[in-house]
């Protein structure tokens, strides 16, 4: 399998895209960590990792907190010994407002748990990587990390920020056996997408060429994959999985 002996944490792993990656690293043999701040949704996770016969712990932790994501790289390397891969996936979708009528508040909430939050996890990571000699590292970005959209100025530059902080990852370490890689979901059916009506969610899809919103496991593949040593060239880049979304 392609992940035996290995520990992969997963931010944001008690739902969508975040918990079906960490069902697919289990599924190629990693121990999971599962982090997030919802712990009953998350010990499930952890429930299905076991069923599929490997092993996973829980980690109760808020990305947005620097101590919580050091925490978190400290608990998986104190039951599995290590930290070879690491998504850093936890995110909101946060408030919709025009920039003149956005609240500071809801601007500093994303800018924290979807921005700030990558910067905190990577910095820890990347400490527990160095010292094993390499790693990889997925941040998810979105599609928002490359264009705009309106009513969303605190995402899109959280998650364009996202993108930023891979670049400078993957030239910091490519020498130092760290690979560090963004994915640039389009618009996934997951809860994070519940509090639309049906008419939003028409508008989205006619906005995907492909004709429809894509699943959470259509993004964990990628997820896969770059985490994996058949990504052993992929460093700090931005890779897309959005049903051409981004080629209009
Ligand atoms: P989701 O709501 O299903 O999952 C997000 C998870 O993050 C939840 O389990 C939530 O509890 C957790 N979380 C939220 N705030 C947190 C915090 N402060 N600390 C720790 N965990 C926290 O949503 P999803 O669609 O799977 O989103 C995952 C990531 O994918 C996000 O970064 C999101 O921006 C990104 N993304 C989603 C879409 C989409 O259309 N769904 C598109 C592009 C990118």
Same mark, same amino acid.
């Given at each position: 399998?392609? /992940?035996?002996?290995?520990?992969? $944490?997963?931010? %944001? *792993? ?5 918990? =079906?990656?960490? @069902? ?99 910095? /820890?990571?990347?400490?527990?990587? $160095?010292?094993? %000699? *390499? ?5 998810? =970005?979105?599609? @928002? ?104």
């Amino acid at each position: 399998k392609l /992940f035996d002996g290995k520990v992969a $944490l997963v931010t %944001g *792993g008690s739902s969508g895209i975040g918990r =079906s990656t960490a @069902l697919l690293y289990a599924r190629e043999g990693a121990k999971v960590v599962v982090s997030d701040i919802h712990e009953e949704s998350g010990m499930q996770v952890v429930q299905e990792i076991e069923q599929l016969g490997s092993q996973a712990i829980f980690v109760s932790a808020d990305v947005s907190k620097p101590e919580d994501c050091e925490r978190m790289v400290q608990q998986a390397v104190e039951k599995f010994g290590r930290l070879d891969i690491a998504f850093n996936n936890a995110g909101i979708g946060g408030e919709s407002n025009a920039i003149g009528d956005m609240s500071i508040e809801g601007w500093d909430k994303v800018i924290s748990i979807n921005l700030s939050s990558v910067f905190y996890c990577m910095h /820890f990571q990347i400490r527990q990587m $160095l010292q094993q %000699g *390499g790693g990889a590292i997925v941040n998810n =970005s979105s599609i @928002l990390g490359q264009v705009g959209f309106a009513n969303s100025a605190a995402y899109v530059a959280a998650k364009h920020g996202v993108v930023g902080l891979t670049k400078n990852g993957g030239l910091e370490y490519a020498s130092k056996g760290i690979r560090i890689n963004a994915v640039g979901p389009a618009f996934i059916k997951t809860p994070l997408l519940s509090g639309m009506g049906e008419e939003t969610l028409q508008f989205l899809t006619s906005k995907h060429p492909i004709g429809r919103l894509g699943a959470p496991e259509e993004i964990a593949e990628l997820v896969i994959w770059l985490s994996s040593d058949k990504a052993s060239f992929l460093s700090g880049a931005y890779y897309a999985a959005d049903g051409a979304y981004l080629s209009q």
